[in-house]
C-alpha cells in the first residue's frame, strides 16, 4: 500500500488558526437563531481549539471527546425539544462542528471540517437570503477553499 506523503506531513498552525476562525465566521450569523447553551458551546471548542494550537498536548483524547459529544447532544435536547425541526438540525449541526475542530489533527479532518463549515454556510440560508448575509458569508467561504 502506497502512503500518501503529503498526508504524513503535519498540519500547519497559520492554516488550522484560519480554518478555525473561517469556521466560526460561518456559525456567526447563527447566533440570532441559536439558542445561547448552543452557540456558547461552539465558542468555547472553537476558543480551545485555537489555544491547542500552540499546545497540541491539551487536545482532548477519545474519551473526553465522547463525554463532550454526550455534552453537546444533551444541551440541544434540553434547549429544542425532542422534536426534530430547522433550528434543532442547524443547532446539532453547530455543536458538532465545535466538536469537530478538536479532533483535528490530519489533513483529512481539515478537508471534512471545511466541507462542515459550508454546509453550515448554507444553512443560513434556510432563515434568510438578504443580498447583504450572501456577501458576508462569501468571506468564510472564500477562507474555506
Do not use: C
Amino acid at each position: 500500500m502506497v502512503k500518501d506523503a503529503l498526508a504524513e506531513r503535519p498540519l500547519d498552525p497559520a492554516g488550522t488558526a484560519l480554518l478555525v476562525v473561517a469556521v466560526a465566521a460561518a456559525v456567526g450569523p447563527h447566533v440570532w437563531h441559536l439558542p445561547a447553551p448552543v452557540v456558547s458551546f461552539f465558542a468555547i471548542a472553537a476558543a480551545y481549539r485555537l489555544l491547542a494550537i500552540a499546545r497540541p498536548r491539551l487536545l482532548p483524547g477519545r474519551v473526553l471527546l465522547g463525554l463532550l459529544l454526550v455534552a453537546g447532544l444533551a444541551t440541544v435536547a434540553l434547549t429544542q425539544g425532542a422534536v426534530p425541526n430547522r433550528d434543532s438540525g442547524v443547532a446539532l449541526l453547530t455543536v458538532m462542528l465545535g466538536l469537530k475542530l478538536l479532533e483535528v489533527r490530519t489533513r483529512r479532518d481539515v478537508f471534512v471540517t471545511a466541507f462542515l463549515g459550508w454546509f453550515v454556510l448554507v444553512t443560513q440560508f434556510l432563515y434568510s437570503q438578504a443580498l447583504g448575509l450572501a456577501a458576508f458569508l462569501m468571506l468564510p467561504f472564500l477562507a474555506l477553499l
